[in-house]
């Protein structure tokens, strides 16, 4: 517990110290890297996913949940119809690799406020195929380079990046950027997430 309380002024030290809402670089279009890797689950071994993917996702919706006036499940047409913009940033991956990359996507603040997130809420959880999460604090949530995913180079995102739907915040290492998402839940307890439940920093960023 002693550790888990450094670790939470830490959390408030480092977002005190950035500047308010520091920005991750972002790069051109000719600074891509030629091979981009993909990490952890490429395709989840997870029957509900499958059984999707062998429906060409059409039965495939954002569960949403929490504290958000309008709850509603979204489809990937509705998402894939608001407004996107694209980033070309740099993925920094624990595991000892780094690669630029574009995405393009929604903004997670946009998203937010139209299912009436309640922004003064702490958390924002996210729930993927095969039983990965990953918890981020509002801010990073509310942060314009957070973004529902739907692309990566400018083609629709492969599988092995988290297809149909990852959330890329390039203001945080790798292992914090979701892939394969199904559930997105805005509460105010800290639910954890795969990696930060085995000891890797929560905060793990800008
Ligand atoms: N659902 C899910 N998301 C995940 C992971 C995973 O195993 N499952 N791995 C994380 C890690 S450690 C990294 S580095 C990135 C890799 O993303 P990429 O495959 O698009 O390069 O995804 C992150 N998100
Ligand atoms: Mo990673």
């Known amino acids: 517990s ?3 309380n450094t670790e939470k002024l830490t959390k408030k ?9 520091a920005m991750a670089r972002e790069y051109t279009e000719a600074d891509r890297s ?3 890797p993909a990490n952890g689950n490429r395709d989840p071994n997870d029957a509900d996913y499958q059984k999707m993917a062998k429906n060409g996702f059409a039965d495939w919706k954002l569960e949403i949940g929490g504290l958000a006036e309008k709850p509603a499940s979204f489809t990937l047409a509705e998402l894939q119809q608001m407004p996107s913009r694209t980033q070309t940033t740099r993925h920094d991956c ?4 780094s690669a630029i990359g574009s995405w ?12 009436g997130a309640d922004t003064r809420a702490k958390y ?21 380079q957070t973004q529902l995913t739907f692309k990566f180079a400018d083609a629709i995102l492969p599988r092995k990046y988290g297809y149909p739907m990852k959330c890329r915040m390039p203001t945080k290492l790798g292992f914090k950027n979701p892939k394969h998402i199904i559930a997105l839940y805005v509460q105010n307890n800290d639910a954890g997430g795969y990696w930060e439940n085995q000891g890797y920093n929560w905060f793990s960023g800008l």
């Not at 030290?13 to 809402?21: D, E, F, T, V, Y």
């Not at 924002?124 to 314009?144: K, Q, R």
Request: with cysteine; net charge positive; proline share 4%.
């Open 2 to 4: 002693l550790l888990s």
């Open 13 to 21: 030290a480092q977002r005190g110290l950035s500047a308010k809402q």
């Open 34 to 36: 030629p091979v981009f």
């Open 94 to 97: 624990v595991e000892g690799w």
């Open 104 to 115: 393009q996507g929604v903004r997670l603040a946009d998203f937010l406020k139209r299912i």
């Open 124 to 144: 924002v959880w996210f729930g993927c195929a095969e039983g990965y999460s990953n918890t981020i604090d509002m801010a990073t949530a509310l942060h314009p």
